[in-house]
C-alpha cells in the first residue's frame, strides 16, 4: 500500500535538517532513476519576483479551457503539500500525492547512495521530482511549473521548457541571487532554453537589458488584455495569456473567459468576509506591497483600514511597513508559525520610526486578525500580510497545516 498524505508530508518535513542546497546535479540524477518524467509533457516555465503562483494557475486555467490535458507545480502551499500539484483545476488527491512522493523517496534513496560529502536528495529536489512523476502519471500534455528559488539553480530548471515567462523583477533573496536586479534578472532568465520563446510582464530597464541578451524570441504581454481581472491580477492574467498563447496558438476568447470566471487564486487578495471587508494577500516584499496596495486603494475607498502583518527576517520589512503606512488608521503585528517570523515588537518600532498610526501586538495570528477586524468595525477593513506564512496560518485549520519553513 502506498503512503498516505501524512506519511509523505512527515518524510518532506524530515528533510528539511538537509536544508537548501544549490545545484542540478542531484535533480537529473533522481529524474533518470524516476525514468525522466520531464520528458513525457511540455512545459511552460514561470520565475519571477512576483505573481508566479497566480501567473501558473491562471496560464493553466486558459490552456485547460482549450481542451489540453492541464498540470500545475506551484510553491508554496497554503495548508498540504498535495496542494503544490495540479491536474486540471484541483489539486492532485492525497493518495495520489502520497504515492508520487514516496516514488521520489525511493528514487532519493538510490541517488542518496552515489552522493559524496554528506549530500542528501534537498525537499524541494525530491517534492518537484515527485510533482514531475505524477504529471507524467497523468498524461498531461502541458504542465505550467514554478520555480522555486531563482532559476539558474532551481530544481524545476530541467525543463527545456518551449516557453518561460518572466513575471518582473524585484529585489528578493539578494543573498542567493545577487544585490542588484541586473544579477536577479540574470539568474531568473537562465532558465530560458535557447530558441524557445520568453514572455514578459512589466519591467524595469536593467532587466529588460538582460532580457535583450536571452537567445529566445520575446513576447511582451499585452498589459491592457488582463480583463476582467482589476489591480495586479490584471497584469498576471496578461502575462498568463500571452504565455498560453505561445504554447497552444490562437486562442478562443469565450473560453479565455471562462478560464478566468472559474479562477481562485488562495491567498491572493483573498476576500474571507466584506463586514469588515477582510482580505488575506500573501504580499512579501516592497514590490508586492506596492502592487496590494494599489489594488487596496480600489477596494478599501474611504473604509479605515488596519493591517495585520508578519514578516520574515529574511524580508524588507521596513520598505513593505513604509509602503503600508500611508493606507493605514492602525496597525496589528503578529508572527506567523514560521520559526524565521520576525517579532512583533520589531515590527512594531519600525512602524514607529515610520511614523504609523497606533499599533497593537497580538502573537498569535488568528486572534490578531480578530483584534484588527473590532478595531477597523463593521463598516471598515483589514488586510493581512507581509507573509505567505502569515495567510497560511490563517486560512488553515488549526492543528492541520503541514507547513515546510523552506
Do not use: C
Not at 246 to 268: K, N, Q
Amino acid at each position: 500500500m502506498s503512503w498516505t498524505l501524512e506519511q509523505a508530508e512527515d518524510h518532506l518535513l524530515s528533510l528539511e535538517l538537509f536544508g537548501m542546497k544549490f545545484g542540478l546535479e542531484r535533480m537529473r540524477r533522481l529524474l533518470t532513476v524516476l525514468g525522466s518524467p520531464q520528458q513525457a509533457f511540455r512545459a511552460i516555465h514561470v520565475v519571477g519576483t512576483n505573481g508566479k503562483s497566480s501567473t501558473v494557475r491562471m496560464a493553466a486555467a486558459i490552456l485547460d479551457a482549450h481542451g489540453v490535458r492541464t498540470g500545475a507545480y506551484l510553491s508554496p502551499h497554503l495548508s498540504t503539500f498535495a496542494e503544490r500539484i495540479r491536474i486540471g483545476d484541483t489539486d492532485v488527491e492525497p493518495d495520489a500525492f502520497g504515492a508520487a512522493v514516496e516514488r521520489a523517496a525511493a528514487a532519493a534513496v538510490k541517488v542518496d547512495r552515489t552522493l559524496t560529502g554528506g549530500e542528501h536528495v534537498t525537499q524541494f529536489e525530491l517534492l518537484t521530482a515527485a510533482a514531475f512523476s505524477e504529471l507524467a502519471e497523468r498524461g498531461v500534455e502541458a504542465a505550467v511549473v514554478e520555480a522555486g528559488l531563482g532559476g539558474r539553480h532551481d530544481a524545476t530548471n530541467v525543463l527545456a521548457a518551449p516557453v518561460a515567462v518572466l513575471t518582473n523583477v524585484g529585489l528578493e533573496h539578494t543573498r542567493w541571487l545577487g544585490p542588484t536586479i541586473t544579477d536577479i534578472a540574470r539568474e531568473k532568465l537562465a532558465v530560458v532554453a535557447p530558441g524557445s520563446t520568453l514572455v514578459v510582464g512589466e519591467l524595469d530597464a536593467e532587466a529588460e537589458a538582460e532580457v535583450a541578451k536571452v537567445d529566445a524570441r520575446v513576447v511582451r504581454a499585452d498589459l491592457a488584455a488582463g480583463a476582467p481581472f482589476t489591480g495586479f491580477q490584471r497584469s498576471n492574467f496578461a502575462v498568463a495569456k500571452a504565455a498560453a498563447g505561445e504554447f497552444h496558438g490562437a486562442l478562443d476568447d469565450a473560453a479565455v473567459l471562462r478560464a478566468a470566471s472559474s479562477l481562485t487564486v488562495p491567498g491572493r487578495f483573498q476576500i474571507t468576509a466584506e463586514h469588515p471587508l477582510t482580505i488575506l494577500d500573501g504580499a512579501h516584499n516592497p514590490s508586492g506591497v506596492a502592487a496590494l496596495v494599489a489594488a487596496l486603494h480600489d477596494a478599501v475607498q474611504d473604509r479605515p483600514l488596519i493591517p495585520v502583518i508578519s514578516v520574515l527576517d529574511d524580508k524588507d520589512a521596513a520598505g513593505m511597513l513604509r509602503a503600508l503606512v500611508p493606507l493605514a488608521a492602525g496597525a496589528v503585528f503578529t508572527a506567523s508559525r514560521n520559526p524565521r517570523a520576525l517579532s512583533p515588537a520589531t515590527l512594531a518600532s519600525l512602524w514607529s520610526q515610520l511614523s504609523g498610526p497606533p499599533a497593537e501586538i497580538e502573537a498569535d495570528p488568528r486572534a490578531a486578525l480578530e483584534r484588527a477586524r473590532a478595531l477597523a468595525g463593521e463598516h471598515g477593513a483589514v488586510v493581512a500580510t507581509g507573509s505567505i506564512y502569515l495567510v497560511a496560518d490563517l486560512l488553515s485549520e488549526p492543528g492541520r497545516r503541514r507547513a515546510s519553513v523552506l
